[in-house]
């Protein structure tokens, strides 16, 4: 049937077939080749007209982490962050729709900015986060980010010494009781801020000496089980509120929290001007720390934490003394820590030579 209809075509159109099929000869390709390719082209076009625009896409996603803020799953500087990058997607490509921008967009506008490589290294993960979520959403197939290649820098992680981990969990247990256990946990089992802050008195297993933290509030969606270490197991026992639902009030939780770390002395807002300024991890990264010098066992500790074992030691790892590590794990509530002072103090006593009594 085809070849019939075939001889209907007029003259005209079956001198363009021949033109077509001689220029395409050379290609080693047919004129129903060409058609194929370019309806294709066609079908392309319509679906980056159909497709939504930058500018549209960018304030959803926003919106969608101001609403996990709101859940106390994002911090607000995370947020920030996020705002700043909406800003420059829609200054800068807030008219073209998202099946139409490319690798060369983004690369042209990082190349053109006089910035150092750290933050030309955030701002590539910006961007690259805001196309993960919109294949996510069903909204493109693609991620231009990933054939930007970059080198991050490295440098050694930020941890607490023993001795400003002891002032930390002091103040907190005078002065913000409350926020004790919080603490506790990310210093001495070393869950991420948003695992602790969620994580729930049901999920810590005291005979068990385990903790459970659920996927639902994982960052990597994985469930697992935390040792807690002896240091830890004092602490946990020495609080004497409830034990049900969450570990902390998630209502003012920001607030409290922003508060102590001010009356520690970091810098915060117009506080503490010159003081330095909180690492959202320092606790994680301490109890990695202090950790491996404990037990030398990267692979048990990368499960225990819910990394791999490349990010552990790219990231959570800082040699520290050996004294350090000591001071670190001896680090109590200051209950215990006065009962094991008198128990010293009463055999010492008992020790003393009658001589000496007498003198």
Not at 167 to 179: I, R
Not at 305 to 312: D, Y
């Amino acid at each position: 049937m085809e070849g019939v209809a075939g001889l209907t075509l007029s003259a005209e159109l079956r001198v363009e077939a021949l033109k077509a099929e001689t220029k395409l000869k050379p290609h080693g390709k047919t004129v129903m080749d060409a058609v194929s390719f370019y309806v294709s082209h066609l079908e392309a076009e319509e679906k980056k007209k159909q497709s939504r625009t930058i500018h549209a896409l960018a304030e959803e996603w926003f919106q969608n982490k101001k609403a996990k803020l709101a859940k106390g799953v994002l911090r607000a500087r995370t947020v920030t962050d996020i705002g700043g990058t909406v800003k420059i997607l829609q200054k800068h490509w807030g008219t073209l729709r998202i099946a139409e921008m490319t690798t060369e967009h983004f690369q042209k506008y990082l190349d053109s900015l006089e910035i150092k490589q750290q933050t030309f290294a955030n701002m590539r993960s910006q961007f690259h986060q805001f196309f993960n979520w919109c294949i996510e959403k069903g909204y493109t197939n693609e991620n231009p980010l990933k054939k930007i290649a970059y080198e991050k820098p490295t440098k050694d992680v930020q941890i607490l010494t023993a001795k400003e981990a002891r002032k930390l969990m002091a103040e907190v247990e005078s002065e913000f009781p409350h926020l004790t256990i919080y603490h506790a946990i990310c210093l001495f089992a070393g869950l991420r801020p948003t695992e602790a802050r969620l994580l729930k008195w049901e999920d810590i297993h005291l005979d068990e000496r385990q903790i459970t933290v659920w996927q639902q509030t994982s960052k990597v969606k994985e469930t697992r089980n935390v040792k807690i270490e002896e240091t830890l197991l004092y602490w946990l026992k020495a609080h004497t509120g409830t034990k049900s639902g969450s570990i902390v009030k998630q209502k003012g939780f920001r607030t409290a929290t922003e508060k102590f770390r001010i009356a520690l002395g970091y810098k915060l807002g117009d506080e503490n001007k010159d003081g330095p300024r909180w690492v959202e991890d320092i606790l994680r990264h301490s109890f990695a720390s202090y950790w491996i010098p404990k037990y030398s066992h990267l692979g048990q500790l990368a499960e225990q934490m819910g990394n791999s074992i490349k990010t552990i030691k790219k990231h959570y790892k800082r040699i520290v003394k050996t004294s350090e590590v000591d001071a670190f794990w001896s680090i109590l509530p200051q209950a215990e820590q006065e009962r094991r002072e008198a128990e010293i103090t009463e055999v010492k006593r008992r020790h003393v030579p009658q001589d000496s009594k007498s003198s």
